[in-house]
Nanobody, 119 residues
Framework: QVQLAESGGGLVQPGGSLRLSCAAA????????MGWYRQAPGKQRELVAE???????RYEDSVKGRFTISRDNAKNTVYLQMNSLKPEDTAVYYC?????????????WGQGTQVTVSS
């Protein structure tokens, strides 16, 4: 089984920064992607940023230039550095891990961490 442990959420003023961390533990097979999603009240969960095993990254348009995803392969940990935060970034942020074995993908989610941007 795989567990994802998230940390780093909290309350921050507009323009501030936060860094989220997600450590994967357990039987880690070949990683396809690690990333972050978010879900604001009344909205669908959306991709924020993800990184492939090759290091390619993808970002949601509204966070480009403000958020940076990175990964420590030795620790199976993914980070999300969030700068210039805006009130509309307020959401529960979920870590996402996709493992691949053969033709099968295995998807895991963290428990979520609240990020609130407010003055």
């Amino acid at each position: 089984q795989v567990q994802l442990a998230e940390s780093g959420g909290g309350l921050v003023q507009p323009g501030g920064s936060l860094r989220l961390s997600c450590a994967a533990a357990g039987i880690i097979l070949s990683i396809k992607t690690m990333g972050w999603y978010r879900q604001a009240p009344g909205k669908q969960r959306e991709l924020v940023a993800e990184m492939t095993s090759a290091g390619d990254t993808r970002y949601e348009d509204s966070v480009k230039g403000r958020f940076t995803i990175s990964r420590d392969n030795a620790k199976n940990t993914v980070y999300l550095q969030m700068n210039s935060l805006k009130p509309e970034d307020t959401a529960v942020y979920y870590c996402n891990l996709v493992l691949i074995r053969g033709i099968n993908n295995y998807i895991f989610w963290g428990q979520g961490t609240q990020v609130t941007v407010s003055s």
